[in-house]
């Protein structure tokens, strides 16, 4: 009996070839985790804005007063920032600068540096000063008096940030004259810088402080004799 269906072959020769060609099939391999087999590197802790150089000695910065300046060129308006900045730790050292920059950072930053390299002593006694005391510079006019603990600061925002910088607590303050920030910021910081100790005025002129002598003990008043009333006539 003869099949009906024939088989050329070709037909086995194409199927062989087309085997012979196809690629072989790979194994897929895993990629491995990102990252994996390296030492990661231990991260260096971002610097401290209100650190000290060096020493580790924390300082705070505060922005007083930032000005925009701009100069007509041929191009249009070219713009200039300059920053007010105060410096102080608080424990009666502070300093004040100006930075002048194209952009509010670097100005900032400018002032900060410049504030630092300028820092000064002050003499404080108990969070408070230790006298009254006036300063002018140019127009501004800054009185300052102390005050009893738990007053605070009373003073506006361009003193208040001279005196909280050098760690003043409690005081009476008031600005007279001018409003020019700079000038009200210098006129404080003289102020400051005025004030002096009783110990060092009297080392200065070689003089002693003498002690005041203890006050006696209060003596209990005597009591009062009763008067004797002459008795009634019979």
Request: net charge positive.
């Amino acid at each position: 009996m003869e099949n009906d269906t024939n088989i050329h072959p070709e037909d086995t020769n194409l199927e062989t070839e087309e085997q012979a060609l196809a690629p072989e099939a790979q194994p897929v391999q895993q990629r491995a985790p990102r990252g994996a087999g390296r030492s990661r590197r231990p991260r260096t802790p971002a610097p401290d804005s209100e650190s000290g150089e060096g020493g580790g000695q924390e300082l705070t910065e505060k922005v007083v007063f930032i000005n925009r300046s701009a100069k007509v060129v041929k191009g249009g308006r070219r713009f200039n920032f300059s920053a007010l900045v105060v410096v102080g730790d608080k424990r009666g050292r502070v300093g004040v600068g100006l930075g002048k920059a194209g952009e509010v950072a670097d100005a900032i930053r400018k002032g900060g540096e410049s504030a630092r390299s300028q820092m000064m002593e002050v003499s404080l006694r108990e969070g408070t000063i230790p006298h009254e005391v006036f300063s002018r510079y140019c127009g501004a006019k800054v009185l300052l008096r102390p005050a009893s603990p738990g007053t605070g600061i009373i003073a506006g925002k361009t003193v208040r940030a001279v005196l909280e910088s050098a760690g003043v607590k409690d005081v009476l303050s008031k600005s007279l004259g001018s409003k020019n920030a700079a000038n009200v910021v210098k006129a404080t910081l003289n102020a400051l810088l005025s004030l002096r100790l009783r110990e060092s005025i009297y080392s200065d002129r070689g003089l002693e402080i003498k002690k005041a002598p203890p006050v006696p003990a209060a003596q209990p008043a005597p009591a009062p004799v009763a008067e004797s009333q002459p008795a009634p006539a019979a």
